[in-house]
């Protein structure tokens, strides 16, 4: 049959940028290198422009379609943003089994070989079990992560506190061991409405004949080979790496106002300070990160968001908690501007990130450690200074600052009275990591990890392999 030939991959992304993005990435290196046909299924609801760039330049091959939107009248309206997702992820099942029955039944594209579910859609994965249609998760985090979600049926049984009051570390198999309090953000409070939401998703994940992760293996050895002893003996489906899959800088950004303004400034001198397209900081908090950036003495670009004093992953929806969208700078220190003119850079709501953290002015990345801005950092060799928030970033940062990985030179902390990074913390972390040993050491790691995901990204390497491999699988069962 043609799809014996012409494999035909089904992608479904979950809204966002750092869904989307990645998602548009794996489709175009199966098309350009696999030989495969891919459509990108997106959905309608919280769908922002942003998010949807990805999908603006796609190579031959590739397409890209929408779901219908799906009403969400009936939610809450501080609903959380998993449970807004969630919610759009079963609604809208039915008209994804309608799409994939109509592409069984045409011939052009032929058929579907696989459907790869995003990490937050695995319900979609019984779908494709009800019509025989192989599928995997393409999970845009890492393999601890996974781990921890795969886990949490049992946490959510075996467990009787809040997680953040378990009097030991959390220690899975290959994994560095987390505090309770690092685990992902929704299962930290039982009475959380999206705490069920997760035990349903570490369960659905199991409905899955693999999980393509976008990790490699310099950053994650051991977890891959404590995870492959786990799926040999069938407790879990397989799990390869395909990662790093990110954005390559382009020239494109060349006349942006960041790049031209680092064409300025001296190599390796500047904080990158983003909090990825989410992450959100207090009114205080922003003030405080703005004393702190001016009392380092560094130079600095910084991607200012709308403070939000209700959600820290309130830039997802682009305003301010009045609900309008007026220019987030307003919300900086009087004078901050122009006392820091010259040193620093404030940019509101954007940054083209892969191009600056590429450019060789930057030295160093405040970030929230979301994973794609991680491998972003990681493939840049940039190091970071670890501000985690909210979903899997501090479990992230845990990683980042282990020993092994050493890409994180430091993290912050809020301090328990005001609940705030204070000034002093930022000022004197920026330093460290810019002009101390732990950022030095930071370099370091970040320069090895460079050329390891380089390694890992070449022709014929790991990333490669593993996909060719899957492709024949794929081709053999069509
Ligand atoms: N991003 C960007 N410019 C910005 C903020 C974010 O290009 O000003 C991109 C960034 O390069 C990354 C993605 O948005 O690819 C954010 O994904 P990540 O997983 O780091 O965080 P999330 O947004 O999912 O919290």
């Not at 922002?48 to 890209?64: E, Y």
């Not at 929704?186 to 409905?207: C, F, H, S, T």
């Not at 501007?337 to 083209?352: D, H, I, Q, S």
């Not at 600056?356 to 930057?362: C, E, I, Q, T």
Request: charge should be negative.
């Amino acid at each position: 049959p043609a799809h014996a030939v012409t494999p035909h991959v089904v992608l479904l992304p979950s809204p966002g940028a750092g869904h989307v993005a990645p998602a548009a990435q794996l489709a175009a290196r199966l098309a350009t290198h696999h030989g495969c046909t891919a459509t990108i299924v997106t959905y309608t609801n919280l769908s922002t422009a942003r998010n949807s760039s990805a999908l603006a330049s796609l190579p031959t091959g590739v397409t890209a379609t929408a779901l219908p939107e799906v009403s969400l009248d009936d939610l809450p309206a501080d609903a959380r943003i998993e449970t807004r997702i969630f919610a759009v992820v079963r609604r809208t099942l039915p008209h994804l089994r309608e799409l994939l029955l109509s592409f069984l039944g045409s011939s052009s594209p032929a058929g579907v070989t696989t459907l790869l579910t995003d990490m937050l859609c695995p319900a979609a994965l019984a779908v494709a079990a009800e019509l025989g249609i192989p599928r995997y998760v393409f999970f845009t985090s890492n393999l601890l992560c996974l781990t921890t979600l795969l886990y949490t049926p049992e946490l959510a049984t075996t467990t009787a506190c809040e997680c953040r009051d378990l009097p030991e570390p959390v220690v899975l198999p290959g994994c560095v061991p987390l505090h309770g309090a690092d685990l992902i953000d929704p299962v930290q409070i039982r009475a959380n409405p999206v705490y069920q939401l997760m035990v349903e998703l570490g369960l659905d994940y199991l409905l899955a004949d693999g999980f393509l992760i976008n990790t490699f293996d310099a950053m994650e050895h051991d977890t891959l080979v404590a995870f492959k002893e786990l799926s040999d003996k069938g407790v879990y489906p397989p799990a390869y790496a395909v990662g790093p899959l990110v954005r390559s800088p382009t020239s494109e950004a060349a006349n942006d106002v960041c790049i031209r303004w680092l064409d300025e400034q001296p190599d390796g001198s500047v904080l990158y300070v983003c909090l990825g397209s989410g992450g959100t900081l207090s009114v205080a908090q922003t003030a405080e990160l703005a004393a702190g950036l001016e009392a380092s003495g560094q130079r600095f670009l910084w991607v200012v968001r709308f403070p939000s004093d209700k959600d820290v992953s309130a830039s997802y929806f682009g305003t301010n908690d009045r609900g309008d969208n007026d220019d987030p700078m307003s919300y900086l220190p009087e004078g901050f501007v122009e006392r820091t003119k010259g040193a620093g850079l404030a940019v509101p709501l954007w940054a083209p990130q892969v191009e600056v953290l590429n450019h060789r002015a930057v030295g160093g990345f405040l970030s929230h450690c979301g994973w794609n801005s991680t491998l972003e950092a990681a493939s840049a060799g940039v190091p970071t200074l670890a501000w985690p928030l909210f979903a899997e970033q501090k479990m992230n940062a845990v990683m980042l600052s282990s020993e092994r990985v050493g890409l994180a030179a430091l993290r912050v902390r809020p301090d328990d009275d005001r609940g705030v990074v204070t000034r002093e913390e930022v000022a004197s972390a920026v330093r460290e990591l810019m002009a101390g040993k732990k950022g030095a050491a930071a370099w370091k790691k970040a320069r090895e990890l460079r050329a390891a995901a380089a390694v890992a990204s070449a022709p014929g390497g790991p990333q490669h392999q593993a996909l060719a491999g899957m492709v024949g699988e794929w081709k053999g069962r069509g």
